[in-house]
């Protein structure tokens, strides 16, 4: 009987997993078939940030469902949060004639294309839906944001959100929705700024559909038996299995180094780090 979990109906991949993959699959296949999750000390202002970043998150989920949002001043980073909150607020006021829905889920299953999306918040109109991902900022606040934008739109991520949301959005709208109808905004509250700005195409569906399919299928065909180690070495000192690896800890001083690194961290990973 075969029990590799990658081949159970159940399993959809993620653009974390996939990517995860690519760094490295023996770390794929710690954290995601034999559900590894060693818990690693990580560093101060590592955590700092992770709590922040996941706070803004619960923030903006609460105020496109019209509740408060219950922090107070005692909360790790509360000055920063009440300015981001502040130019979310005065960004997105919410209006009448656009559907909020905030922390979505979307799931599809085609056959080996089975993917999960999880979004910051939809935003249905009249004219199509709008995706809105939320990235704050980082402990580089210069970064170039030309740059940086330019990542964002070529990242897996955009890729997995637009192709499920085009896929199932007649769960959201129980309609079809054409390809033009749908964009993708990545946005920032300190400065603000709309990182990057996406508008889909029916020719970005039909490459997307078969880069995803190559990058599972990879997945389901890779063999661990010809896992070699030395080709993923530079991804070992972010990893919470260095130690099982190569008998060494994660080194956090480096982490926060390095800004490249940092600047494409999102909390799912950081989360990974705990």
């Given at each position: ?12 991949f ?14 794929f ?7 590894l999750?060693?818990?690693?000390v990580?560093s ?31 909360i ?25 829905l905030?922390?979505?889920?979307l799931?599809?299953?085609k ?8 979004f ?5 109109k009249?004219g199509?839906?709008?995706?809105w991902?939320?990235k ?17 739109k ?8 637009l192709?499920?949301?085009?896929e ?33 195409t ?12 190559r ?9 661990y038996?010809s ?9 070992c ?15 956090f001083?480096a ?20």
């Amino acid at each position: 009987m075969n029990n590799d979990l990658r081949f159970f109906n159940y399993f959809l991949f993620t653009q974390q997993s996939i990517s995860t993959f690519e760094k490295c699959p023996l770390k794929f296949k710690k954290r995601y078939l034999e559900g590894l999750k060693w818990k690693s000390v990580i560093s101060e202002e590592l955590n700092r940030r992770r709590e922040i970043g996941n706070n803004f998150h619960i923030m903006a989920h609460r105020y496109f469902l019209g509740i408060d949002t219950g922090f107070t001043e005692g909360i790790e980073g509360y000055e920063e949060l009440s300015r981001w909150i502040e130019a979310l607020k005065t960004y997105f006021p919410k209006t009448d004639d656009a559907l909020y829905l905030p922390e979505y889920k979307l799931r599809m299953a085609k056959e080996t294309l089975r993917l999960e999306a999880n979004f910051d918040l939809l935003v249905v109109k009249k004219g199509g839906i709008e995706i809105w991902d939320w990235k704050t900022p980082g402990k580089n606040k210069a970064v170039d944001e030309r740059l940086k934008g330019e990542r964002l739109k070529g990242s897996l991520q955009s890729m997995v959100y637009l192709f499920v949301l085009k896929e199932q959005a007649q769960r959201v709208v129980q309609r079809e929705i054409d390809c033009s109808n749908i964009r993708m905004f990545y946005w920032q509250p300190e400065p603000v700024s709309v990182l990057a700005e996406i508008s889909y195409t029916d020719e970005m569906h039909e490459e997307f559909r078969h880069t995803l399919k190559r990058k599972i299928d990879g997945i389901l065909e890779y063999d661990y038996g010809s896992f070699d180690k030395k080709l993923y070495r530079k991804n070992c000192m972010y990893c919470e299995f260095n130690w099982f690896c190569n008998n060494e800890r994660v080194d956090f001083e480096a982490v926060e180094e390095d800004e490249d690194f940092l600047d494409q961290l999102d909390w799912d990973s950081i989360e990974e780090l705990r």
